[in-house]
């Protein structure tokens, strides 16, 4: 019952945000050109080489070498649409073991401070790594429920509800909630913020149909991030503590309380980058050894007690619809490191681009791994 009331009040929320976040947009005239029907489409190519040396037996050598091919059409009206597609991925081998193909079906709102998905659409790209590992934004790149963000002014919101894993007598039901907010204050040249995210994952029993249900046990998950930031120019900071609360209630209803200090840094100048990660506390997902990635999707260096990662990066190649990167991974813990070589290229094209006469004057494509 108390699973279900989670969802419930999960599913009010997101839902009062969606309206909200369309509700607040300016309104078109319905006679305006903006409102005609038109034809979207997009296509997205990704490559990725990512050799991983080093590590222990939760990150073991591994190397990671596929392609990921999105390809989605939509019918456009004002600031809504209906979009279609599939992901496509596929690991470069002799033979086509191990592929994914998983559809894309959602309504788009996209208004001038405001945006909203329902549906099986892309995650998102801007997730930390403690909610979202490298791996899993590989392995899992649909969403599949609601997303709603506003940007007005200073202040900046976004709510998800991702549906991981349906019920049934071999899988066990599991979603997650989260929501994120930010303050911006510009001062002089530089610019402030404050704010904080919080997602709730779940993981429930199987179905009735399961012979053993019983010995499932019923797990919650919370992470909370408050955090500052500053940014001035090519670099930035971020400050602030990860506080988790964990409880497999086949075991016991007590919660446990992992918590630390996690701090970011980057610096870009031109093609070189640099970005610095740091925590430092008790071990976050306490129950990962009996659970794994059914209930945490976030990276597993945060399962220690001190964990350093440098990422440098070199861009190679860069327009509105091609990018080529190059990077560098160093991983420390009290445990073990490790050394990541990672090359991406991506290829990325729409109706916009398709249309303009100018594509060396829009935004550079960014990577998307």
């Known amino acids: 019952m108390k699973g279900i009331n989670a969802i419930r009040h999960?599913?009010?929320?997101?839902?009062?945000?969606?309206?909200?976040?369309?509700a607040?947009?300016?309104?078109?005239?319905?006679?305006?050109?903006?409102?005609?029907?038109?034809?979207?489409?997009?296509?997205?190519?990704?490559a990725v080489l990512n050799n991983r040396e080093g590590g222990d037996e939760m990150r073991p050598d591994q190397t990671f070498f596929f392609t990921r091919l999105t390809p989605q059409i939509g019918i456009g009206l004002g600031p809504h649409s209906a979009r279609a597609g599939v992901v496509w991925y596929q690991p470069l081998v002799n033979e086509l073991s191990g592929y994914k193909v998983v559809p894309l079906v959602y309504y788009h709102y996209s208004g001038a401070d405001a945006e909203a998905k329902v549906g099986m659409f892309e995650a998102m790209e801007s997730m930390p790594r403690y909610l979202r590992s490298d791996s899993i934004n590989y392995l899992q790149p649909v969403m599949?429920?609601?997303?709603?963000?506003?940007?007005?002014?200073?202040?900046?919101?976004?709510?998800?509800?991702?549906?991981?894993?349906?019920?049934s007598a071999t899988r066990r039901e599991a979603f997650a909630a989260g929501a994120e907010y930010r303050?911006?204050?510009?001062?002089?040249?530089?610019?402030?913020g404050a704010g904080a995210i919080v997602e709730y994952s779940h993981l429930a029993?199987?179905?009735?149909?399961?012979?053993?249900?019983?010995?499932?046990?019923?797990?919650?998950?919370?992470?909370?991030?408050?955090?500052?930031?500053?940014?001035?120019g090519a670099f930035g900071v971020e400050l602030g503590l990860l506080l988790s609360l964990d409880r497999d209630r086949h075991?016991?209803?007590?919660?446990?309380?992992?918590?630390?200090v996690v701090a970011n840094a980057d610096w870009h100048w031109r093609w070189l980058g640099v970005e610095q990660t740091f925590y430092a506390g008790k071990e976050q997902m306490p129950l990962y050894g009996d659970y794994g990635s059914e209930l945490y999707w976030g990276d597993t260096w945060y399962h220690n007690k001190f964990y350093s990662r440098t990422d440098v990066s070199a861009t190679v190649f860069s327009t509105s619809y091609l990018n080529l990167e190059a990077r560098l991974t160093f991983h420390a813990s009290n445990h073990t490191t490790a050394f990541w070589q990672q090359v991406t290229a991506r290829?990325?094209?729409?109706?916009?681009?398709w249309h303009s006469s100018n594509r060396k004057s829009l935004p550079k494509l960014a990577p998307r791994f």
């Open 24 to 46: 607040i947009a300016a309104p078109i005239s319905c006679d305006s050109a903006q409102w005609r029907p038109r034809l979207l489409w997009s296509v997205d190519l990704n």
């Open 347 to 353: 290829f990325y094209f729409d109706q916009t681009l």
């Open 183 to 192: 303050r911006l204050i510009k001062v002089d040249n530089s610019r402030l």
């Open 144 to 167: 599949r429920g609601a997303y709603a963000a506003y940007r007005g002014g200073q202040n900046r919101l976004r709510a998800w509800l991702d549906w991981r894993q349906m019920q």
């Open 10 to 22: 999960t599913l009010i929320a997101v839902a009062a945000l969606l309206w909200a976040s369309t």
């Open 251 to 260: 075991a016991s209803e007590k919660w446990r309380t992992p918590a630390g």
């Open 205 to 232: 029993k199987r179905s009735k149909a399961a012979a053993d249900r019983e010995l499932d046990g019923v797990n919650d998950h919370v992470i909370i991030n408050p955090s500052i930031t500053w940014r001035g």
